[in-house]
């Protein structure tokens, strides 16, 4: 199936800073999403890409999808506290509903 | 979105025995889904369970271990078999949305000891 390299694992910021997490896959993806899990919350839905060199913003988010389709990012402009939580990206096969998560971007916002 | 609700919450069982968890939703959905996640690490989905067919198995998950019923269109259930302190995790129940995404229950926090 589908593999994903998410870094990195961790990343402290102080309040204000931005933040990027970063996703690489070594095959072309059909889709990319993007997932925010508070701490000891669930996995809630932000976004998802499909379309080649594809960016989408959510006020403070901005998510981005590779020319080739192999990698994609995500930046948070100037964290708040409220952004604190593990981010993970996920993949699925083209056609495929089933999702390979990426190991995860735990976030540490230091106020 | 869906809201799904997960039963139990958590539960902490004695090795051998077998949890039955619930999975609802509060709307008819074609996919639904169950991932182990253990604490500090990432989702791993164990299988997909659709409405009358058998569930599909990710590799490393067996339906001796983790039987799966989806009777209809809002429910579903995961029973972890003979549990093992190895089994300790959370369940979580997600459902595909009809655009790829997936919306997550609660979970199930599991300590078997």
């Known amino acids: 199936g589908q593999q994903v390299m998410q870094i990195p694992q961790y990343q402290h910021v102080q309040e204000g800073e931005d933040f990027t997490t970063y996703c690489n896959s070594s095959t072309t993806l059909s889709n990319i999403q993007w997932y925010k899990q508070r701490p000891g919350g669930h996995p809630v839905f932000l976004i998802q890409l499909v379309k080649s060199g594809e960016v989408k913003k959510q006020k403070r988010l901005t998510f981005q999808f590779g020319e080739a389709k192999k990698n994609s990012s995500l930046h948070i402009t100037a964290t708040q506290t409220t952004d604190v939580g593990t981010y993970f990206c996920?993949?699925?096969?083209?056609?495929?509903?089933?999702?390979?998560f990426g190991k995860g971007t735990k976030l540490s916002v230091i106020p | 979105s869906a809201v799904i609700s997960q039963k139990p919450s958590r539960d902490i069982c004695q090795r051998g025995t077998s949890l039955t968890i619930q999975c609802q939703v509060d709307?008819?959905?074609?996919?639904m889904f169950w991932y182990r996640q253990q604490p500090g690490q990432s989702l791993t989905l164990i299988a997909t369970a659709n409405q009358g067919s058998e569930a599909t198995y990710e590799s490393g998950f067996v339906i001796d271990k983790f039987p799966i019923s989806r009777p209809n269109l809002t429910f579903s259930t995961l029973t972890v078999s003979n549990m093992s302190p190895e089994d300790s995790s959370i369940y979580l129940c997600?459902?595909?949305?009809?655009?790829?995404?997936?919306?997550f229950g609660p979970g199930t926090r599991l300590t078997v000891t």
């Open positions: 996920a993949v699925s096969g083209a056609g495929s509903y089933q999702l390979t």
């Open positions: 709307s008819q959905v074609t996919m």
């Open positions: 997600s459902v595909e949305s009809g655009s790829y995404e997936q919306y």
